[in-house]
Structures are given as C-alpha cells and as structure tokens.
C-alpha cells in the first residue's frame, strides 16, 4: 500500500522504513528513491517529490517497481551490466553512473545515478538512489547538487543509525559529478 504526504513524497507502508528516512525525502530537494533488494526484482519502497518531477511519473506509477523503467526500450547500453555488477558486489558500497532514461512523456536524458547501499543487522537489505539530469534545461549547478546530496546523506547516516541502519560507503565519489559529466560529454 502507498502512503503520500503533502508534498507527495510515497512511501510503500508495509516497506517499514525508519521515520527519519522519510522526513529527509520529504525535506530534500534532490530527488530520492530507495529499493528494497530484499524483494524480488529490487522494487522502489519510496521515492520523493523532486523524483517525480525528474521523471513525470505518478507515485502510484513508480511505486513497487524497478527503477528500470526510467531504460529506453532499447536499454541504456553497457552501463546497465556494470550497475547490475555494483549491485550484486559485496565490497561495493557507493557508485555513480551516467544512465541514458526517458521521462514519461518520451523526453530522453542522461540521468547521473547515484546508489549507495544500506545495512541492517549486518545485512545489505536497502540501496538508496539519488538522480540528476544531467542535459536538463536550468538544471541546478553539478556541484551544488553533490554538496546538497552530501549534506542528505549525512544526516540520513546519522539518524539511520539510531534505527540500527548503515549506510554504507565513503561518500567519496559524491564529490564528482562535475567530471562524471565532462567524462560522458565526451562519451
Ligand atoms: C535505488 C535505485 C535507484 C535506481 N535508479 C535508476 C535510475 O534512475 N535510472 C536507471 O536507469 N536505473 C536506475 N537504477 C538501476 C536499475 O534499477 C537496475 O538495477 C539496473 O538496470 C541494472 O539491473 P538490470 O540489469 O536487472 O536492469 C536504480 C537502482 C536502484 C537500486
């Protein structure tokens, strides 16, 4: 089952994600997805508003299904394998990638994806997405996304913890966006 806020920020109830995940969706304005990989085929358990304005869809739309549906019906090329690698990777903790996706009304655009797994009980049970258009029409300055991201991220580190969830991952590679889309510019 859906819950929607206000602001329309979804969450699927039965997913029992610690309240201080779902306030910080509801405050941030990058856009925000979490999956559930303990399910099969990895469904979207929550996403928020600044989600559904990137991509067009409803909440109801993307709700409990893989964020995979953002892929031209041709598929995004050989980045989708390397994604499928990090997921599947036990020593990978946080990554980014630069996606080729489609908004629902048939927009293409090169989505920067990033994934950032979460622990509970030792187990990676939850991977928490972040996207950025990157060819958007006034989209926000690259950097002051990363450091938006950053401070998002730090502070769902910090509360998930008092829930007995981990975020895993340095952090490292939030800073690099800015290159990350020199690089597939030149691509
Ligand atoms: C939290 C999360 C967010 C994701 N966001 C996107 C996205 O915005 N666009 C996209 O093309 N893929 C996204 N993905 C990746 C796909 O869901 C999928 O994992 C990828 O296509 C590789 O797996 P597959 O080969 O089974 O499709 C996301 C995955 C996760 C776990």
């Given at each position: 089952?859906?819950?929607?806020?206000?602001?329309?920020?979804?969450?699927?109830?039965?997913?029992?994600?610690p309240?201080?995940?779902?306030?910080?969706?509801?405050?941030?304005?990058?856009?925000?997805?979490?999956?559930?990989?303990?399910?099969?085929?990895?469904?979207?358990?929550?996403?928020?508003?600044?989600?559904?304005?990137?991509?067009?869809?409803?909440?109801?739309?993307?709700?409990?299904?893989?964020?995979?549906?953002?892929?031209?019906?041709?598929?995004?090329?050989?980045?989708?394998?390397?994604?499928?690698?990090?997921?599947?990777?036990?020593?990978?903790?946080?990554?980014?990638?630069?996606?080729?996706?489609?908004?629902?009304?048939?927009?293409?655009?090169?989505?920067?994806?990033?994934?950032?797994?979460l622990?509970r009980?030792?187990?990676?049970?939850?991977?928490?997405?972040?996207?950025?258009?990157?060819?958007?029409?006034?989209?926000?300055?690259?950097?002051?996304?990363?450091?938006?991201?950053?401070?998002?991220?730090?502070?769902?580190?910090?509360?998930a913890?008092?829930a007995g969830w981990t975020?895993?991952?340095?952090?490292?590679?939030?800073?690099?966006?800015?290159?990350?889309?020199?690089?597939?510019?030149?691509?």
């Amino acid at each position: 089952m859906c819950a929607y806020s206000r602001s329309m920020t979804a969450f699927d109830e039965s997913a029992a994600l610690p309240q201080d995940i779902i306030d910080m969706f509801a405050r941030s304005g990058v856009a925000l997805t979490i999956a559930d990989c303990t399910r099969p085929d990895s469904p979207l358990v929550g996403v928020n508003q600044a989600f559904l304005d990137l991509s067009g869809y409803p909440a109801e739309a993307v709700i409990g299904r893989n964020c995979r549906f953002l892929q031209p019906q041709e598929g995004p090329g050989p980045v989708r394998r390397r994604m499928r690698q990090f997921l599947r990777s036990p020593e990978q903790y946080d990554e980014k990638f630069v996606v080729p996706n489609v908004t629902r009304d048939g927009q293409p655009f090169l989505n920067l994806v990033y994934m950032a797994k979460l622990a509970r009980g030792g187990e990676t049970t939850h991977v928490l997405g972040s996207q950025f258009a990157i060819d958007a029409p006034g989209r926000l300055d690259p950097a002051l996304y990363d450091r938006a991201l950053s401070e998002d991220l730090r502070q769902i580190d910090v509360r998930a913890r008092d829930a007995g969830w981990t975020l895993l991952g340095s952090f490292n590679v939030l800073a690099s966006s800015h290159s990350i889309i020199a690089r597939a510019r030149m691509d």
